[in-house]
């Protein structure tokens, strides 16, 4: 059987990787598989796969991704010892029911305080994804993840924290109207009431304090007494939560306010943390890493290409909708997987095919433009009408004209 | 005019004036030849005018619409409900409104039920309460959006209750997984979207074709994104398959009970799975004369498959009826 290659956002924080979903994939493969049967690729780039997603597991040809993904796959990959199989009916709907909790709860909690929180972005996350993410995508994948985060996490309403966007606002205003006439240097920094009440993340500490509750008390009553959340072997909603909580622990952030409130009112969840950290992802596991690959300069003009492409919106209605069937099987087979990558292969060659026309017409159009205007092509002038033959006034007298 | 031209002129073509003899023949002139275009951005001239012809007619305001005579004495649920007789237990088909519609009968407080849709709310979304005044003349009070009914449901005499942590864990399987499978089941399915998403909300609002198209595209796009929100890409299959385990996940937690709070009467996490699966059940075939039922029945299948939960919602709706 062909090693299982795990493509994940590469290394930061002391942690093999920079995503929440990536580390909770390690942690899962990690515990199943034998270390031979797989490696890590940290690839950071999502278009290398159909589904322009990561953590993503490659199999042969077949690409699956997002962490449930892989998780249901792992079961119908060979000779896993399915831990979930042994789960009773109630553990089995708990462990649905978390998975979902951590998705919707977990993940914007995280987007809010590394990518949201401008202090936290600028000073942390935005240097750790140049070191790695490859040229040119380092331009655009920062801020595209960021953007992301933005989304997932508004329904918050915390979006206070993102100073950045706030006082661009204020910028805007400050350069309208009678102000912009003043020079800077003579202006006098308004003072605003919310300016002398602290900082942003001051006054949205009681909203944080809410939402953080919301997301730690229901886990930390099912961890319980337990060793692991459902039981005492290790799931795969024990690993999201491994992730999940690993990344809410990272040291060294200016607005750490998510690690304050887990160490110091989850106690419980914070030792469990750091034990399972250590066990999974400390210096004393050895993940298999593969080396990126050297790029030859025909896949960097081809990185390139995309990069810059990437923002032209081409939508072909539906493409990107796998349609369900109406026949339904309780369980998935191998096949499966390979019908749903397939489409989305095919799905995803339709798009950077539109993209390429759209691209060729664009530029091949520039281009004779250019030549139009400077003068090298000229378009094909009319004739000037034949003047007719005159004969003069000896002519009109014989009818002639 | 000719005065008033050069009055307006005046002092500028002075020069022009003293030297030549018939000066007013100059300035005539001058009105005759067009005015040179200073600047690329500016106007041409005829389409200037054609501008300055606008506005032809500016309407009056619009008078406040006489049927909204409701008694300001009584609270007012605003939700969307099809059709004008809005009678209190007719049960909205919008999972957001008819969630807080049902909490609200089984909590029997007394309100009354106003047809309205999104651009009639103060927050842009439905539901909204405006809540009763004491007498006609009272200022009108401050509408009160969704996220804050429950508060404002207690201090009305609403039974208070606190969820247990459990099941705060179990919401996230109703607001994420049944919620994107109903948004697929509604919106990206074209034949249902045809079959019941249209009648309900687009040939209701509008009934110039263009207006609907737009709105349709609207609507389906919305959907879109909230779907893209947590992924990169629509799966239908993934979508459904989550929904399946959504369902199967709260028909182990209900086990026997009649309801999810485990006493003799239904509570807010009871309304909010009713709120989905009412409207799924309610469409299963076009009993109600209004010729709306599901064309894709892929999701109401699913649930099928889950009987508690089928039972789950004709209890629920006993009550709502009641209340």
Same mark, same amino acid.
């Given at each position: 059987?062909?090693?299982?290659?795990?493509?994940?956002?590469?290394?930061?924080?002391?942690?093999?990787?920079?995503?929440?979903?990536?580390?909770?994939?390690?942690?899962? /493969?990690?515990?199943?598989?034998?270390?031979?049967? #797989?490696?890590?690729?940290?690839?950071?780039?999502?278009?290398?796969?159909?589904?322009?997603?990561?953590?993503?597991?490659?199999?042969?040809?077949? #690409?699956?991704?997002?962490?449930?993904?892989?998780?249901?796959?792992?079961?119908?990959?060979?000779? #896993?010892?399915?831990?979930? +199989?042994?789960?009773?009916?109630?553990?089995?709907?708990?462990?649905?029911?978390?998975?979902?909790?951590?998705?919707?709860?977990?993940?914007?909690?995280?987007?809010?305080?590394?990518?949201?929180?401008?202090?936290?972005?600028?000073?942390?996350?935005?240097?750790?994804?140049?070191? /790695?993410?490859? #040229?040119?995508?380092?331009?655009? /994948?920062?801020?595209?993840?960021?953007?992301?985060?933005?989304?997932?996490?508004?329904?918050?309403?915390?979006?206070?924290?993102?100073?950045?966007?706030?006082?661009?606002?204020?910028?805007?205003?400050?350069?309208?109207?009678?102000?912009?006439?003043?020079?800077?240097?003579?202006?006098?920094?308004?003072?605003?009431?919310? +300016?002398?009440?602290?900082?942003?993340?001051?006054?949205?500490?009681?909203?944080?304090? +809410?939402?953080?509750?919301?997301?730690?008390?229901?886990?930390?009553?099912?961890?319980?007494?337990?060793?692991?959340?459902?039981?005492?072997?290790?799931?795969?909603?024990?690993?999201?939560?491994?992730? /999940?909580?690993?990344?809410?622990?990272?040291a060294d952030l200016p607005q750490p306010w998510l690690k304050h409130a887990l160490e110091k009112k989850y106690p419980k969840l914070s030792v469990w943390t750091k034990e399972n950290t250590e066990k999974h992802f400390g210096p004393a596991t050895n993940?298999?890493?593969?080396?990126?690959?050297?790029?030859?300069?025909?896949?960097?003009?081809?990185?390139?290409?995309?990069?810059?492409?990437?923002?032209?919106?081409?939508?072909?209605?539906? +493409?990107?909708?796998?349609?369900?069937?109406?026949?339904?099987?309780?369980?998935?087979?191998?096949?499966?997987?390979?019908?749903?990558?397939?489409?989305?292969?095919?799905?995803?060659?339709?798009?950077?095919?539109?993209?390429?026309?759209?691209?060729?017409?664009?530029?091949?159009?520039?281009?004779?433009?250019?030549?139009?205007?400077?003068?090298?092509?000229?378009?094909?002038?009319?004739?000037?009408?034949?003047?007719?033959?005159?004969?003069?006034?000896?002519?009109?007298?014989?009818?002639?004209? | 005019?000719?005065?008033?031209?050069?009055?307006?002129?005046?002092?500028?073509?002075?020069?022009?004036?003293?030297?030549?003899?018939?000066?007013?023949?100059?300035?005539?002139?001058?009105?005759?030849?067009?005015?040179?275009?200073?600047?690329?951005?500016?106007?041409?001239?005829?389409?200037?005018?054609?501008?300055?012809?606008?506005?032809?007619?500016?309407?009056?305001?619009?008078?406040?619409?006489?049927? $909204?005579?409701?008694?300001?004495?009584?609270?007012?649920?605003?939700?969307?409900?099809?059709?004008?007789?809005?009678?209190?237990?007719?049960?909205?088909?919008?999972?957001?409104?008819?969630?807080?519609?049902?909490?609200?009968?089984?909590?029997?407080?007394?309100?009354?039920?106003?047809?309205?849709?999104?651009?009639?709310?103060?927050?842009?979304?439905?539901?909204?309460?405006?809540?009763?005044?004491?007498?006609?003349?009272?200022?009108?009070?401050?509408?009160?959006?969704?996220?804050?009914?429950?508060?404002?449901?207690?201090?009305?005499?609403?039974?208070?209750?606190?969820?247990?942590?459990?099941?705060?864990?179990?919401?996230?399987?109703?607001?994420?997984?049944?919620?994107?499978?109903?948004?697929?089941?509604?919106?990206?399915?074209?034949?249902?979207?045809?079959?019941?998403?249209?009648?309900?909300?687009?040939?209701?609002?509008?009934?110039?074709?263009?207006?609907?198209?737009?709105?349709?595209?609207?609507?389906?796009?919305?959907?879109?994104?909230?779907?893209?929100?947590?992924?990169?890409?629509?799966?239908?299959?993934?979508?459904?398959?989550?929904?399946?385990?959504?369902?199967?996940?709260?028909?182990?937690?209900?086990?026997?009970?009649?309801?999810?709070?485990? $006493?003799?009467?239904?509570?807010?996490?009871?309304?909010?799975?009713?709120?989905?699966?009412?409207?799924?059940?309610?469409?299963?075939?076009?009993?109600?004369?209004?010729?709306?039922?599901?064309?894709?029945?892929?999701?109401?299948?699913?649930?099928?498959?889950?009987?508690?939960?089928?039972?789950?919602?004709?209890?629920?709706?006993?009550?709502?009826?009641?209340?």
């Amino acid at each position: 059987m062909a090693v299982l290659e795990l493509h994940i956002y590469g290394p930061a924080f002391n942690l093999p990787s920079i995503d929440a979903r990536c580390l909770a994939t390690i942690a899962l /493969i990690q515990s199943n598989l034998a270390s031979d049967d #797989w490696c890590l690729v940290p690839s950071s780039d999502p278009v290398i796969n159909a589904f322009r997603e990561l953590p993503a597991l490659k199999d042969g040809a077949l #690409w699956v991704t997002g962490f449930r993904n892989i998780a249901s796959y792992l079961k119908v990959y060979g000779d #896993w010892q399915n831990a979930t +199989a042994e789960l009773s009916e109630q553990q089995a709907a708990d462990s649905e029911a978390y998975l979902s909790f951590l998705e919707s709860r977990g993940i914007p909690l995280l987007d809010l305080s590394l990518y949201v929180s401008s202090d936290n972005y600028t000073t942390c996350t935005r240097s750790a994804l140049a070191e /790695i993410t490859p #040229w040119p995508q380092s331009w655009t /994948i920062p801020q595209q993840l960021r953007d992301d985060a933005r989304k997932r996490s508004e329904h918050l309403g915390l979006s206070g924290l993102d100073v950045d966007a706030i006082r661009e606002k204020e910028l805007k205003q400050e350069n309208e109207g009678i102000a912009a006439q003043i020079p800077k240097s003579l202006r006098r920094p308004k003072q605003t009431v919310t +300016a002398l009440l602290g900082s942003t993340a001051e006054q949205t500490r009681f909203r944080l304090e +809410a939402v953080t509750a919301d997301f730690f008390e229901p886990l930390e009553e099912l961890l319980g007494e337990k060793k692991y959340f459902l039981s005492d072997e290790m799931t795969a909603l024990d690993c999201l939560v491994l992730g /999940i909580l690993a990344q809410m622990q990272i040291a060294d952030l200016p607005q750490p306010w998510l690690k304050h409130a887990l160490e110091k009112k989850y106690p419980k969840l914070s030792v469990w943390t750091k034990e399972n950290t250590e066990k999974h992802f400390g210096p004393a596991t050895n993940l298999r890493h593969r080396p990126l690959a050297e790029r030859s300069w025909t896949k960097l003009a081809f990185d390139v290409f995309n990069s810059i492409t990437d923002s032209i919106p081409i939508n072909i209605a539906g +493409a990107q909708v796998r349609k369900h069937s109406t026949e339904t099987k309780s369980t998935k087979n191998r096949a499966d997987y390979e019908q749903k990558h397939m489409f989305h292969v095919k799905a995803c060659r339709q798009q950077s095919l539109m993209r390429e026309i759209v691209v060729s017409i664009l530029s091949s159009a520039g281009l004779v433009g250019t030549l139009l205007y400077v003068g090298v092509l000229s378009l094909p002038q009319k004739k000037p009408p034949p003047t007719r033959r005159n004969f003069g006034e000896a002519g009109a007298l014989l009818g002639l004209r | 005019m000719h005065e008033s031209y050069t009055s307006k002129t005046n002092g500028h073509p002075r020069e022009q004036d003293m030297n030549t003899t018939d000066g007013a023949t100059q300035t005539k002139r001058s009105v005759t030849t067009p005015r040179i275009q200073k600047s690329w951005f500016e106007l041409p001239a005829p389409i200037r005018q054609l501008f300055d012809t606008f506005p032809l007619i500016t309407y009056d305001e619009n008078l406040l619409p006489q049927r $909204t005579s409701i008694p300001r004495t009584q609270t007012t649920l605003h939700i969307f409900t099809p059709g004008d007789q809005a009678n209190r237990t007719r049960l909205s088909p919008n999972p957001a409104c008819l969630r807080w519609q049902a909490y609200l009968l089984i909590n029997k407080l007394p309100f009354s039920i106003v047809s309205a849709n999104n651009h009639a709310s103060p927050s842009g979304a439905l539901p909204f309460i405006l809540p009763a005044t004491k007498s006609r003349r009272d200022p009108q009070p401050q509408a009160i959006s969704s996220a804050k009914i429950q508060r404002w449901a207690i201090t009305q005499g609403a039974k208070e209750e606190v969820l247990d942590v459990r099941s705060d864990a179990y919401m996230a399987l109703i607001d994420q997984n049944i919620r994107n499978a109903w948004l697929y089941n509604l919106y990206l399915q074209d034949e249902n979207f045809e079959a019941v998403a249209k009648k309900l909300y687009i040939r209701s609002a509008s009934s110039n074709s263009l207006v609907q198209m737009s709105l349709a595209y609207q609507l389906r796009a919305a959907a879109k994104d909230e779907l893209l929100r947590t992924r990169t890409f629509i799966d239908a299959p993934e979508i459904y398959d989550l929904a399946e385990a959504a369902f199967r996940s709260l028909s182990t937690l209900l086990a026997d009970e009649k309801f999810f709070t485990k $006493t003799e009467s239904p509570g807010l996490f009871d309304v909010a799975l009713f709120a989905y699966t009412h409207p799924l059940l309610d469409l299963a075939s076009s009993g109600d004369g209004q010729d709306l039922e599901w064309r894709d029945k892929s999701l109401l299948q699913i649930l099928m498959r889950h009987e508690k939960l089928v039972e789950h919602r004709e209890r629920v709706l006993k009550q709502c009826l009641d209340g």
